[in-house]
């Protein structure tokens, strides 16, 4: 039998947008400090971990805010259907790094 893997990779401003969105949905907003980028890395096990770079200048102070990777793939998985993007009801979904960018593996059992 045949299966089917999918990495959909997100660039660093689509994963901000993704978080950013995600939180005012929840209304859990980000803090008043500036983003100045997100952090990608390989963490312990297949599951990585995601930070957003905060200018630590500007709002409480924070350098980072780091997220639990559910909340991660949440939030991706929002992205897509927002700009429509296809996904498998079906497909198991878990997250990747690819090239220090955040994925979203879909995996599709036995056809």
Same mark, same amino acid.
């Given at each position: 039998m045949t299966s +089917? #893997? !999918? !990495? $959909?990779?997100?660039? @660093? +401003?689509?994963? $901000?947008q993704a978080v950013s969105k995600l /939180? /005012? *949905?929840?209304?859990?907003?980000?803090?008043?400090?500036r983003i100045r980028g997100c952090k990608v890395e390989s963490g312990e096990g297949p599951?990585?971990?995601?930070?957003l770079v905060l *200018? @630590?200048?500007g709002g409480d102070g924070a350098?980072?805010? #780091?997220? !639990?990777?559910t909340e991660i793939a949440v939030?991706? $998985?929002?992205?897509?259907?927002l700009k !429509? $993007? @296809?996904? @498998?009801?079906?497909?198991?979904k878990s997250l990747g790094v690819d090239q220090g960018r955040i994925a979203l593996v879909l995996h599709l059992g036995e056809h």
């Open positions: +089917e #893997t !999918r !990495r $959909i990779i997100f660039s @660093p +401003e689509e994963l $901000i /939180r /005012r *949905d929840e209304k859990q907003p980000l803090p008043e400090s599951v990585p971990q995601v930070s *200018d @630590p200048a350098s980072a805010i #780091t997220f !639990r990777p939030a991706l $998985i929002k992205f897509c259907r !429509r $993007i @296809p996904l @498998p009801k079906r497909a198991e």
